[in-house]
């Protein structure tokens, strides 16, 4: 899995322990640089309407599980086989694999959540040690995608209920929960969670995220956390 060349080491921050938390980020244009559902149509000949309907979706002006399955359905009689070279295909965000590793070296848990596909995730994940990830999944019959997912859809709903699930499963207070994204499907896990960041976002969501980077790099998300406790630590004194 190709990832970004790597930053000059953090310096590890002297003083009290850093308090516990659980940052979740999506993943398509946020944790890896790609709309991995774009590169699926890529196989099915249909990347440029997947792509149109995407950019609507993610600029909150179609419904999110609607449009995924209508985009899911120009798969239909893709080879599964195709999937390989998506997973090669998909390049992690700048920072992306930093962040995950100085958030395991904190002893925070990272999550990843997704409305694209475990097929992708599942691998990517395992590449960096993340065990909490969410993803909606393709149905395969005999060797080809029915241009169909299985399950419940992995909406602005279910990420939401996602971030508060794996919360309570750490025994977390929401306010130690941090959330990253950059579309629509993403406002209400960054709306609920006590750091919400807009990440290289839509429109809409840079206007009602609490936090906005710009990018390039993802693990700018340490800077706004540590932004964050510094100003607590500072009230409290």
């Keep these: 899995m190709p990832e970004s060349a790597p930053a000059a080491p953090r310096p590890r921050p002297s003083g009290p322990p850093r308090r516990r938390r659980l940052v979740v980020t999506d993943v398509d244009s946020t944790f890896v640089t790609q709309e991995v559902i774009e ?17 609507r979706a993610m600029r909150g002006e179609l419904d999110f599980a609607a449009s995924l399955r209508e985009r899911v359905a120009t798969f239909a009689g893709v080879p599964v086989s195709a999937l390989d070279a998506v997973r090669e295909a998909v390049v992690l965000m700048p920072g992306a694999a930093e962040l995950t590793a100085e ?3 904190r002893g925070w848990e990272i999550g990843l959540v997704s409305g ?3 097929e992708i995730l599942a691998p990517l994940a395992a590449s960096l040690g993340i065990t909490r990830w969410r993803a909606n999944r393709l149905e395969v019959a005999d060797g080809v995608l029915t241009g169909r997912t299985v399950g419940p859809v992995v909406d602005r709903a279910d990420k939401e209920a996602t971030l508060r699930e794996w919360a309570a499963e750490l025994d977390l207070d929401m306010v130690d929960t941090v959330a990253v994204g950059d579309g629509a499907n993403d406002l209400d896990m960054i709306r609920a969670a006590g750091i919400g960041i807009a990440f290289a976002a839509k429109p809409l969501v840079r206007e009602q995220a609490p936090y906005r980077l710009d990018g390039p790099r993802l693990d700018e998300v340490l800077r706004v956390i540590d932004e964050v406790d510094a100003a607590a630590s500072a009230a409290r004194a």
């Design 116 to 118: 694209g596909f475990a």
């Design 39 to 55: 590169l699926i149509a890529e196989h099915a000949g249909t990347r440029h309407e997947v792509a149109a309907v995407t950019e």
């Design 103 to 105: 958030v395991q070296r």
